[in-house]
Each structure stands twice: as C-alpha cells, then as structure tokens.
C-alpha cells in the first residue's frame, strides 16, 4: 500500500514536471513583455519577493540624515537614474515610452509611492534590483550612500521642502524635448 502511494506520488510529480517542460518547449507559456501574467506566475515572484525582503534587506535606520541637501541629492539621483521608468511629479497619467512597454509595469512612483515601505527595504530593491522584471540592480552604479540618499527622498517624496519640491516638480522621466528638436530637422 505504501509502495503504490510512494509511486502514485513520484508519477504524479514527473507527470507534472513532463508537462509543464511541454509547455516552455512549445512556447505555450508567454515571454513577450506585453502579456498578461498567470495567477501562478504573479504569486511566486510576489510571495518570493516578501520573503527574501523579510530575510535580507537591512533593518537599521537610513544613515543618511533627513536634511534639505540630502533630500535635493536625491531627487537628483531619481532624475539621473530612475525617473525613465518610475516617472515624475506627474505620476501615472506620463509614464515614458520606456515604461509603458516595460512587464512588469514600473510604478510610477509620485502616484504609487512607497513612502510606506521602510527605507531598508526600498535600499534593498535599488541595490539589488528585482528578477524578472525591469528593475536593475545599483550595485555596480551607486555608492551605497547615494543608494540610501535615494530612499531617503523616496521616503519623503510626499512631504518635501518647498525648495526640494520645487526641484521635483522640474524632472523629466523622457528626453521629449531633445526628441521634438531632433524630429524637426
């Protein structure tokens, strides 16, 4: 009896495997960027993402300190490195050409903030970046003081000086303006 349960099960795993192998090998699951994810697909890469951010990004507070230059260097940081795929002030309704061909579709981060997240873990994400998507990691780009700016500023996106939002207000996430001009010649 044991014996037949052991082999149902191994059978039943194989089958499984076999079949989702068919599946990749005919292309019958989608690669193209513009397709719909499963349930399945979008549950491990959630699920897997929560818990390598619950084991591995830091728990000690930003040691870069919450002051106007600080906040000002990151918005700099975001209009150098970031704002071709999470945009600007402007949010959602002017994501860039980049971004809306991107799959998994990039935040746009002054509508989808994550002021609410811990400044850990939006350190963790930009350093490391995020598999199976558009996110990049920063390792080899930024300092890991210039990445810590950079969740500082995301972090207090919400409620910055006048000055800071002033400067927010003015980034552009797509060279449109230099593409126009190019255009007319």
């Not at 039943?12 to 513009?34: E, F, R, S």
């Not at 990039?106 to 994550?114: E, F, K, M, N, W």
């Not at 810590?148 to 002033?166: C, E, I, N, S, Y």
Request: include cysteine; charged fraction near 15%; charge should be neutral.
């Amino acid at each position: 009896m044991l014996k037949c349960l052991v082999g149902g099960i191994v059978f039943t795993v194989a089958a499984a495997v076999g079949g989702v192998y068919l599946l990749v090998q005919n292309g019958l699951i989608p690669a193209n960027a513009d397709a719909k994810p499963s349930r399945l697909e979008t549950w491990i890469a959630e699920t897997s993402l929560d818990a390598t951010l619950r084991r591995d990004a830091p728990k000690q507070d930003n040691p870069v300190a919450l002051t106007e230059q600080n906040l000002s260097d990151g918005v700099h940081l975001f209009a150098q490195n970031c704002a071709v795929c999470h945009g600007s002030a402007q949010g959602a309704p002017s994501p860039s050409p980049i971004a809306k061909g991107l799959y998994q579709r990039p935040p746009q981060l002054a509508t989808d903030g994550v002021e609410d997240d811990p400044e850990g873990v939006t350190f963790w994400k930009i350093k490391h970046g995020i598999r199976l998507t558009g996110m990049p990691s920063f390792r080899s780009s930024l300092s890991d003081q210039q990445i810590w700016t950079l969740a500082l500023f995301l972090k207090h996106m919400d409620k910055l000086p006048p000055a800071v939002q002033q400067t927010w207000q003015q980034v552009q996430n797509w060279p449109a303006a230099s593409l126009n001009s190019t255009a007319q010649k």
